[in-house]
């Protein structure tokens, strides 16, 4: 007499993992994807009585080439007139976004701005197991994803009108050491304009 009692208790968490599991599914592709957010705060860093400073901190926008809705929001960010951006990485998504993300970033790179590289920006995304999330940390990192072009655009300018400076890979391999010194740092990356 429990057996069917168990059986119908495991077949409704099995469905409501489902739903739930579909209901994530579309609130990550349908809404998400698509919900591009600004947040405000204002942060009393400064001393007394300095001009206040509008900094604009850009991350994980993970684009697309066809993403022309992101790239509208991100150029409309100039709007707000940032005196400094900051973009933090996770820029690209796809083999060819270079382009397409610096036509969205546009009159932001007329900006003063730092940036840092995420890992999206180094390596081609490819689909994980989810479950290795919620494991254990054990320090490896697969980076046998492809390569992201050599040659990346970085979102600053160098003072003149319409230049953009440019970074070329001198060298790189996945086996690069997980915390480079300044120096192996400095000997990686060439900037031209």
């Not at 705060?41 to 993403?67: E, F, S, Y």
């Not at 992101?70 to 820029?91: C, H």
């Not at 990346?152 to 790189?172: E, F, K, P, R, Y």
């Not at 690069?176 to 990686?188: D, G, H, I, L, Q």
Request: glycine share 8%.
């Amino acid at each position: 007499m429990a057996a069917p009692s168990i059986t119908r208790t495991l077949a409704g968490v099995a469905g409501l993992g489902a739903v739930a599991g579909l209901g994530t599914l579309a609130y990550s592709a349908g809404w998400e994807v698509r919900n591009f957010v600004v947040r405000r705060a204002a942060i009393a860093a400064l001393p007394p009585g300095a001009q206040p400073i509008k900094v604009l901190h850009v991350t994980d926008l993970h684009l697309v080439p066809r993403q022309g809705r992101k790239r509208a929001w991100l150029a409309s960010l100039a709007d707000l007139e940032p005196d400094l951006v900051i973009n933090t990485g996770d820029n690209l998504a796809h083999m060819g976004s270079v382009a397409p993300l610096v036509e969205g970033f546009g009159r932001l790179l007329d900006v003063p701005g730092v940036f840092v590289f995420g890992s999206n920006d180094y390596f081609s995304p490819r689909l994980r197991n989810p479950v290795k999330y919620l494991l254990p940390d054990d320090g490896e990192r697969n980076v046998n994803s492809p390569m992201l072009p050599s040659r990346i655009c970085a979102l600053s300018s160098n003072g003149t009108a319409g230049s953009i400076s440019t970074m070329h890979l001198d060298s790189w391999s996945s086996t690069a050491p997980r915390s480079p010194s300044p120096e192996s740092t400095t000997r990686t990356w060439s900037t031209t304009t």
